[in-house]
């Protein structure tokens, strides 16, 4: 069986990556989930007990991630470069690309944010809608920030089922200045990604890639240098239609 899963990750990642293990703080970190969500996960994730301690393969998070993609969505792991490999692009719009924002607090942040949205809300009046959307991003707030990076946060709802929302968006908000969300390592990000999906599994995928981007070089600083709404989103955009400047 273990020869068979390192055959599997061959093309993706050499062994000793594939047989690493996580934390339970590593894995917090790389699924932008509490640590109290990866323990009430620990068996769906195999967690195994190494002295006293959950231990997580890598490859058994990646297994676990994977099976959580819709049936529509072909395999694209391992992030091969920015954006066009993870398909975010259909998910980000221009519009809704807010650069060099006043806001230094969170909740101001994300309020403003979703006000200023061009959102898909079956339901009425749009005030009322975003209020709720609103409301369900702060209350997960509150029981963990979302600021996982030093310079990005990935604010959602807690419940996305229960959001008005008749499509799934990421709206990007990159701040003047470092934004307070209260993190308990001091985390003040510039770049937020309001991940408003509409089911949890839709959210955990978004949340994966992008965290694989983080860790891609250049890619944060990329997103602090742009000069448009419309080079920002040219980085998800796949490569055939990124303009040589911003290509990786």
């Known amino acids: 069986m273990e020869d068979q899963r390192s055959m599997q990750g061959q093309g993706r990642k050499d062994d000793s990556e594939t047989d690493r293990t996580m934390t339970v703080a590593e894995v917090s970190a790389y699924l932008s989930l509490s640590a109290s969500s990866v323990y009430r996960l620990a068996n769906e994730l195999r967690a195994l007990r190494v002295r006293g301690r959950w231990a997580f393969r890598a490859i058994d998070i990646e297994q676990w991630l994977l099976k959580r993609r819709t049936g529509d969505e072909r395999q694209l792991e391992p992030v091969e470069e920015l954006g066009s490999q993870v398909r975010l692009s259909s998910h980000i719009a221009e519009k809704n690309i807010f650069l060099d924002v006043p806001d230094s607090e969170a909740g101001m942040l994300i309020r403003n944010a979703i006000q200023r949205a061009v959102l898909s809300l079956p339901e009425g ?3 009322a809608a975003k209020q709720r959307i609103y409301a369900s ?3 997960r707030e509150h029981l963990c920030s979302t600021a996982l990076h030093p310079e990005v946060a990935f604010p959602h709802p807690r419940e996305p089922e229960k959001c008005p929302l008749g499509r799934d968006h990421i709206v990007i908000v990159r701040a ?3 934004v307070e969300f209260s993190e308990t390592h001091g985390y003040r990000p510039r770049i937020v990604f309001l991940l408003l999906a509409r089911t949890v ?8 890639r992008l ?3 983080l860790h891609r070089e250049g890619f944060v600083q990329r997103i602090l240098s742009v000069k448009s709404p419309r080079d920002l989103y040219e980085l998800f955009a796949p490569s055939n239609q990124r303009p040589p400047h911003l290509s990786p």
């Not at 599994?201 to 994966?208: F, G």
């Open 201 to 208: 599994s839709l959210q955990l995928i978004w949340e994966a």
């Open 211 to 213: 965290s694989h981007l």
């Open 125 to 127: 009046p749009e005030e």
């Open 137 to 139: 991003i702060m209350e």
């Open 176 to 178: 003047v200045r470092p």
